[in-house]
């Protein structure tokens, strides 16, 4: 049974014996970071314990949720394999516990606690997680009542160290999302956990940032687990907390859900050209990569694949687009993570105009958007201090070039689907759009070898496409028809600009003691 431990380091400590077959006895303590066991003492077949029982393997035998009877009990020493001499799980892997009552007649004064964990291959940190279970029989006291208490103390100890539950968020019909968290009392949540596609965090986001309190609201912690097609959002955090997207992605996605470790997250303000304030998790996309995104739905049936299979179909007509796009380049050490983007020998042009005198304001001015968001009032909207209305002329500090472009992407997560890492160097929270352009003068070839290799991040020394890293854009199309996309969902053909808001919501990940912003559920 367990017993505090008198050593500082230990928060439970045990001893555990298979008490059917001679086996090692272990000593199980529980710490901070793990639950440890080892054996301590072999005992002689004619010196069983009769104290508790311990099993462990894959997914060793124990008493599964909602049932009262282990099958078969730990205490017929049934393991899926042979127990380690002394072995640990870490707290970080594991996601639950619980306490549970054998109905056997042999069982009827026992009580299980099981631990439920999902580990990884010590041979390879990418490997995809596997569950296993280590169970405790407690059954050295006289009655029941006993033996469950002592089980118990045991589950508030690892709990605490575990998680703390999250509510999930669950939408009847489109729009559904978008009323409920608009309308919904705050202090009810803990978090919103969304099982879906980008499209239902999209609607989750502007809801949230629909409401006269959105200054409070929109920080509560967003967790995802992949349900549609592109995903993109729950492979950008995967991949940043070192999770498998490409194989078992729902379980590495739940499993960072359970966990919950929260960090700040970029949002984005967009203003459309009906006057419609929107904001966005992940991206904005005019020309080829609108088209490819929309055209596709009538391929969802494909899943994932319906992308590749409309892109190849664009590459093929390579449809041009006139535009004038104008953005507020990332300069100065305040862009965190970013480096100075590449300019063509037409950007530099506009953008060393004489009499244009080019201040450390003009250069960043990201740290305005934290200090005006911090001035307003919760019934003001969301202050975007670099950008001007659209039927003014953008600031002479930014750089305007018009041109033939086959698309203009703005990106802000690494990934917009699981084969496309459009934006690798992108983080939740660097504060930085990423534009992908495209130029008129790629050709077909050129275009096809970026999309091919996608999977493994966007690579490309051609002048003709490339990612420049902003804090603010404006992209005003001149070819008259054409789509225009927000996180996938189409608006208004017409000007859009937008600008970065920094840390503006947080997000469920993992390994985030780096950031000095994290917080736990």
């Known amino acids: 049974m367990g017993a505090v431990a008198m050593d500082e380091n230990f928060l439970l400590d045990g001893r555990f014996a298979i008490n059917l077959k001679p086996k090692p006895i272990y000593a199980v303590s529980v710490t901070h970071s793990a639950v440890v066991y080892r054996a301590i003492v072999v005992p002689s077949s004619s010196s069983r314990s009769s104290t508790s029982g311990l099993a462990v393997g894959d997914d060793a035998s124990h008493p599964s949720a909602g049932q009262s009877t282990p099958s078969p009990s730990p205490t017929t020493s049934s393991w899926s394999s042979s127990p380690p001499l002394g072995s640990s799980i870490s707290i970080s892997d594991t996601v639950g516990c619980d306490c549970m009552r054998g109905k056997k007649e042999s069982d009827s004064v026992a009580a299980y606690f099981v631990i439920y964990s999902y580990t990884r291959s010590k041979k390879s940190t990418k490997s995809c997680r596997k569950r296993e279970t280590l169970t405790l029989r407690f059954d050295n006291c006289s009655t029941y009542d006993e033996n469950q208490e002592e089980a118990q103390r045991w589950k508030a100890v690892i709990t605490s160290l575990i998680y703390r539950r999250q509510m999930p968020l669950a939408a009847e019909y489109a729009g559904h999302a978008r009323e409920m968290v608009r309308d919904m009392k705050v202090d009810d949540w803990h978090g919103i956990v969304i099982v879906s596609g980008d499209g239902l965090i999209f609607e989750v986001v502007n809801g949230l940032m629909e409401r006269c309190d959105w200054a409070k609201v929109i920080k509560m912690p967003l967790g995802t687990i992949p349900g549609g097609s592109g995903n993109a959002l729950a492979c950008a955090v995967c991949h940043h907390s070192g999770e498998s997207y490409l194989k078992k992605h729902v379980l590495h996605s739940a499993f960072i859900v359970a966990k919950g470790e929260v960090i ?258």
């Open 264 to 521: 700040p997250m970029d949002l984005v303000a967009i203003d459309t050209c009906t006057g419609k304030r929107l904001y966005s998790f992940l991206s904005i996309g005019w020309g080829m990569m609108a088209d490819v995104d929309i055209e596709s739905e009538k391929y969802r049936h494909m899943g994932n694949a319906r992308f590749a299979v409309m892109a190849v179909i664009k590459l093929a007509s390579m449809k041009k687009y006139r535009g004038r796009l104008s953005y507020l380049p990332c300069e100065g050490e305040r862009c965190r993570g970013s480096s100075l983007p590449r300019y063509t020998k037409k950007e530099r042009e506009v953008g060393d105009q004489p009499g244009v005198e080019k201040t450390p304001e003009n250069n960043f001015a990201c740290h305005l958007v934290s200090d005006a968001i911090g001035a307003a009032g919760d019934d003001v909207g969301v202050p975007t201090p670099l950008l001007v209305p659209l039927s003014e002329p953008v600031p002479s500090s930014w750089v305007t070039v018009e041109d033939d472009f086959i698309m203009v992407g703005a990106v802000y997560q690494s990934h917009l689907a699981k084969d496309n890492m459009m934006a690798p160097n992108a983080t939740l929270n660097d504060g930085i759009i990423h534009l992908v352009v495209a130029r008129g003068t790629i050709t077909r070839m050129q275009l096809a070898h970026i999309f091919a290799t996608l999977e493994h991040g966007f690579q490309t020394s051609d002048e003709n496409m490339e990612i420049i890293r902003v804090q603010a854009f404006r992209l005003e199309p001149l070819t008259p028809k054409g789509l225009m996309t927000v996180d996938g969902e189409v608006v208004d053909y017409g000007p859009i600009q937008a600008q970065v808001l920094p840390s503006m919501a947080r997000v469920i990940t993992l390994h985030a003691a780096d950031c000095p912003e994290t917080t736990q559920l």
